[in-house]
C-alpha cells in the first residue's frame, strides 16, 4: 500500500497555477528535451541576460484558490457605497439590457476576441461596429463615424489634432474651448495643447469665433445643462477658416437637433449612458464623427463595407494601411486598442430599443426632469440653466450644506460646482419616487407630487427644449435597428454574429506582442458586480473606499513586478501610457531647466505607437538602426545620441525586442541614454517575458508602460478595451498625471490630466488584481518561464520548415519568435497574407502578420497554451509548408490553389467543385480540423476594393440578397 497523501500535497493538486499553465509537467518536460534544455531554469538562464536576471523571488503574496480571491476580493468590493448618482458630467447610470450583459460582456466568445485585422473570421464584430458607427452617424447627423476612442476627453484632444491638420487654410494656433464644456475634458485638452504648441482660450460658447482659432470645441448640452444654440457660432466659425467640433450627448441627441444638421465638422462625446456601466470612469467607448470631407484625417479605426471574392458584400476594417502611417510623421494618432467591446454594447443596446425604444427613454427622462424642474421653480428655488434636457443646475442660496446633508442620508450624490452651484443630471434608472426624493433633498418639506406635476406640464403643454432645437430628423432608420427588439430575436442575433468570429474560445491565437493569454473565468467575475460597476467616477472619497483598497494593492503588486517607485493608473490603453510617461520625462526635464531637450530616439523596429506618441509630446524622431542581428545598433545608437547633444531627451525602447530577443547590450544602451542625460522609457508591452526573471527597473529604465490588457489577463475585447497604467522611477514621480475634478480628494499629483477619468478603466482593473493574487509569486515566475519555454518549443518544432528570423543568446528567442516568409514568397509567389488566410482554413487565427518586418509572421504562443494546442498549430503550419512546396513543384497552378484560394467558405464546397486539389484539402486539410470546424463566413475580402469604395455605415439588407 502506498502511503496516504497528506492535506497539503492535496490542496498543492488544485492550483488556479495549473490551469492557467498550459502545459502540465510531464509535457513540459517533453517540450524541454525538444528544445534542448534540462530544466525551466536551465533554459531561462540560457536565454536571459545575467545583468538583468533578479536574484530574489518577487515580494509578492503566494497564490490564493479561485474561491477565496473571490472572496477577499468581494469583500473589498463592499466597502464602495452605491449611491444614487447625478452628478452627471459625461457619466449617467444606465439599465444595461440583460441579454447584452449576459450575451457580450459576460461571454468570452466577444471578449476574448482580438481587433479585426483579419476580416473573414471577424465579420461578427465587425458587423457590431459598423452598427455602432451607423448609429453615431445617424445620431450625430453626420457623414461617418469611427469605431471609437478611448474616452470623451482624449476624443476632444484628438478632435484639436485634427482640426489643425484639417483646416489647411487657416495659420491661427489657438483654440477656443467653450467653458462650458466638462471640466476633464478642458483639462486633458489643454495638457495636449501645450506641447503641440496650441493655446487654449475659453469663454462663452457664442464668442467662439471673435478671435483668430484654428477650432473651437462646444459642449451640446453644456456641462451645466444650458441649451444654447450652437449653429451661429459654428458658421462664424467657418467663415474664418476654422472648424467646429461639438461634444454632445447621444441620448440627448434623441431628442435635440443633430450638430450634424448645424454644419458641425466634428462631433464626439461618449456612449457610456448606452448600456454600459459606469464603472468609476471606465470603460466606456467614445465616439467620434466627422463630416465626409476628412474622413481620411479620421483618427482611430474605421469599419467599412467591402467585398469578397465571391462579390458579397463583406466589412473590413478600411484604410488599415494607415495604421502604418502611424510609424511616421503621418500618423493621425497613437490610437491603437480602443474600446471596441464597449462599442459593440452600445451599438447593440441601440439595435435592440431601436428608434422609438430609445425615443421613449430619453424622453422619460427628460419629463422627469421637467416635472423636477417645475416643483424646485414653484417652491421659488432658482434654476441656473433656463433650458434642459436632462441636468439642472441650481443656486442653493445657503441651503447648500442642508441640502448635501439630506442628500447623503438619501444616499444620493449630487454635482457640486467650484462656484457653489449644485447639479443634477437624471438617467434612465430614474424612477419616480427617486424625483421625489430629490424633492425631500433640495425642498425640505414641500407638498409636491410628481403626478400632479406631470399633469399640469401636459395640460400646459410646458416644453423646457427652445424649439429650434427641437430634433425633426429622423434616425436609426436601418433595419438592423428595427428588428430585434424581442429578447429572443436579440438574443439570436448576438449569437448569429459571434458565431461568425474567432476567438480564443476557438483556438490559439498567437500574435505576437499582443500576449492574448488565457482570460480566466474567475478574473472576469467581480467585473459586473454592482459595487463595481455602480460607481460614478466622481463620487465621493467615502464611497469609493473599496476601489481605492483595490487600487493600492494593485499599485503595490505592480510595483514589486516592475521595481518602479510609483505607478499612475490613469492611462487606458499601452499607447497613452506612453504619451503619459514622455510627459512624465518632458515636466520633469522643464524641471530640471531643461526644457531644450526635446529629440527621442526610437529603433527602427519600434511599433508604430512610439514615435507617433513622441509626436504627440512634441518630441522629434530619430530613428536608430537596427544591425543584422535585429538588436539595436549601438554604434550608431552613440553617433545619434552625441548628434543630439543637449537636446537628448529620451531614448523609447522595446524589452525583450520587438524582434522577440532579450538584447545583451540593453544595460548599456540604458547607460549610454543616462550618461547623455536623457531618459529611457520602456514600452512594457513584451513584459510578459519579464515579471519574475527581470524588471524595467533592474534593467534600467526610469518609466514604462503595461499593457494589462496584455500581460495581466484583461481580455482583448475584439480591439479594446485596455489599460496602460505607467511606473516611474522616484524622481518622475511627481510629474504623473492628476485629474482637475477629484485629483486632490485623491491625493493625486497637481498636474494636468491625460484621461478623463483619474484611474482611467478602473473597472477591469479587478481582472489583473485577480490575475495576480491567483498566480502569486511562484506562477508570475513560472508563467514567464513557460512563455520563455512554449516560444522555444514552438522554433524546435518550426526551425527546419521556416527560418527563423532572429535569436539571441544560445540562438534562444524570448517569448515571441519571428518566422520569415519571404524567401517562400519569392521562390513561390505565395505571400504571408496566403498564410495567414489559409490559416482559418485550419481554424486558427495568423500570427502578427508584417511586423515588425514586413512578410514575417510574429508567432506568441504565451504560457497558457498547452502542448496539444501548440502541437496543433505547428502541425497546420508543416502541413502548409508543405502546400507551399507543391505549389513551388507546380503540382498547383500558381493562381488555383488552396493558398490563394483560402478561406474556403461553406459556399465553395456547394458550388460545382472544378479545381485542382478537392474539398476534403480544401476544408479538412488535417484529420482533427473537422472535430470543430470554425467556418469563416466570407471569403477572401478584398481590401483595396474596400478603400478605393470607402464607404462605412450600414450596408442595406438587399446588397447581401444573392444573385
Ligand atoms: C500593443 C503594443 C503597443 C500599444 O498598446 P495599446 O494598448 O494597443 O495602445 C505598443 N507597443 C507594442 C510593442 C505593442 O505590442
Known sequence: MTSPISLDQLEAKDDFIRRHIGPNEADQARMLAAAGADSLEDLTGQI??????????????????????????QAVARQNKVFKSYIGLGYHDTQVPNVILRNVLENPGWYTAYTPYQPEIAQGRLEALINYQQMVADLTGMDLANASLLDEATAAAEAMAMAKRCARRNTSMTFFVDENVLPQTLDVVRTRAEYMGFEIVTGPLETAADQDVFGALLQYPGANGELRDPEPVIGQLHEKNALAVVATDLMALLLLKSPGEMGADMVLGNS???????????PHAAFFASRDDFKRSIPGRL?????????????????????????????????????????????????????????????????????????LEAKGIHIVNSHFFDTLTIDPQGNRDLILERAEAKQINLR?????????????????????????????????????????????????????????????????????????????????????????????????????????????????????????????????????????????????????????????????????????????????????????????????????????????????????????????????????????????????????????????????????????????????????????????????????????AIPHGGGGPGMGPIGVRSHLANYLPGHPVVGSMLDMNDQGSVSAAPFGS????????????????????????????????????????????????????????????????????????????????????????????????????????????????????????????????????????????????????????????????????LPWVSQGKYWPSVNRVDDVWGDRNLFCSCPSPDSYIEE
Not at 49 to 60: G, H, K, Q, T
Request: proline content about 5%.
Open 48 to 73: 536571459v541576460p545575467e545583468s538583468i536576471r533578479l536574484d530574489a523571488d518577487l515580494n509578492i503574496e503566494r497564490a490564493t484558490s479561485e474561491a477565496d480571491a473571490l472572496d477577499y476580493l
Open 762 to 925: 478602473a473597472s477591469i482593473l479587478p481582472i489583473s488584481w485577480m490575475y495576480i493574487r491567483l498566480l502569486g509569486a511562484e506562477g508570475l515566475r513560472l508563467a514567464t518561464q513557460v512563455a520563455l519555454l512554449n516560444a522555444n518549443y514552438l522554433v524546435a518544432r518550426l526551425k527546419d520548415h521556416y527560418p527563423i528570423l532572429y535569436t539571441g543568446r544560445n540562438h534562444r528567442v524570448a517569448h515571441e519568435c519571428i518566422l520569415d516568409l519571404r524567401p517562400l514568397k519569392a521562390e513561390t509567389g505565395i505571400t504571408e497574407v496566403d498564410v495567414a488566410k489559409r490559416l482559418m482554413d485550419y481554424g486558427f487565427h495568423a500570427p502578427t502578420m508584417s511586423f515588425p518586418v514586413p512578410g514575417t509572421f510574429m508567432v506568441e504562443p504565451t504560457e497558457s497554451e498547452s502542448l496539444a494546442e501548440l502541437d496543433r498549430f505547428v502541425d497546420a503550419m508543416i502541413r502548409i509548408r508543405q502546400e507551399i512546396d507543391k505549389v513551388g513543384r507546380g503540382e498547383w497552378p500558381a493562381d488555383n490553389n488552396p493558398l490563394v484560394q483560402a478561406p474556403h467558405s461553406q459556399q465553395d464546397l456547394i458550388d460545382d467543385w472544378q479545381r485542382p486539389y478537392d474539398r476534403q484539402t480544401a476544408v479538412f486539410p
Open 272 to 282: 457610456q449612458r448606452f448600456g454600459v456601466p459606469l464603472g468609476f470612469g471606465g
Open 416 to 712: 457640486i460646482d467650484p462656484k457653489g452651484t449644485l447639479g443634477i443630471s437624471l438617467n434612465e434608472c430614474t424612477s419616480r419616487e427617486d424625483v421625489e426624493d430629490l424633492f425631500d433633498v433640495l425642498m425640505g418639506d414641500h407638498d409636491f407630487n410628481v403626478a400632479e406635476i406631470d399633469q399640469q406640464i401636459t395640460d400646459q403643454g410646458t416644453t423646457f427644449m427652445p424649439e429650434n432645437l427641437e430634433r425633426s430628423s429622423d434616425y436609426l432608420q436601418h433595419p438592423v435597428f428595427n428588428t430585434h427588439h424581442s429578447e429572443h430575436e436579440m438574443l439570436r442575433y448576438l449569437k448569429r454574429l459571434e458565431n461568425r468570429d474567432l476567438a480564443l474560445t476557438h483556438s490559439m491565437i498567437s500574435l505576437g506582442s499582443c500576449t492574448m493569454k488565457l482570460n480566466a473565468t474567475a478574473e472576469m467575475i467581480p467585473v459586473s458586480w454592482p459595487e463595481f460597476g455602480r460607481i460614478h467616477p466622481f463620487a465621493p472619497r467615502s464611497q469609493t473606499k473599496g476601489y481605492r483598497v483595490l487600487l493600492e494593492e494593485l499599485d503595490t503588486m505592480l510595483r514589486a513586478i516592475t521595481g518602479f517607485d510609483a505607478i499612475s493608473m490613469q492611462p487606458n490603453s499601452g499607447a497613452q501610457g506612453e504619451y503619459a510617461g514622455l510627459l512624465a520625462i518632458r515636466r520633469y526635464q522643464a524641471a530640471q531647466g531643461e526644457s531644450q531637450r526635446d529629440i527621442c530616439l526610437i529603433p527602427q523596429s519600434a511599433h508604430g505607437t512610439n514615435p507617433a506618441s513622441a509626436q504627440m509630446m512634441g518630441l522629434k524622431v530619430v530613428v536608430v538602426k537596427t544591425d543584422a542581428e535585429g538588436n539595436v545598433d549601438l554604434d550608431d545608437l552613440h553617433a545619434k545620441v552625441a548628434d543630439a547633444g543637449d537636446r537628448l531627451s529620451c531614448l523609447m525602447v522595446t524589452y525583450p525586442s520587438t524582434h522577440g530577443v532579450y538584447e545583451e547590450g540593453i544595460r548599456e544602451l540604458c547607460e549610454t541614454i543616462h550618461k547623455a542625460g536623457g531618459q529611457v522609457y520602456m514600452d512594457g508591452a513584451n513584459l510578459n517575458a519579464q515579471v519574475g526573471v527581470t524588471s524595467p527597473a533592474a534593467i534600467g529604465a526610469d518609466v514604462a508602460h503595461l499593457n494589462l490588457h496584455k500581460t495581466f
Open 303 to 375: 469599419i467599412g463595407v467591402s467585398k469578397d471574392t465571391r462579390g458579397k458584400p463583406a466589412l473590413r476594417m478600411a484604410l488599415q494601411t494607415r495604421e502604418q502611417h502611424i510609424r511616421r510623421e503621418k500618423a493621425n494618432s497613437n490610437i491603437c486598442t480602443a474600446q471596441v467591446l464597449l462599442a459593440n454594447m452600445a451599438g447593440f443596446y441601440a439595435a435592440y430599443h431601436g428608434p422609438d425604444g430609445l425615443r421613449t427613454i430619453a424622453q422619460r427622462i427628460h419629463r422627469l426632469t421637467g416635472i423636477l424642474a417645475e416643483g
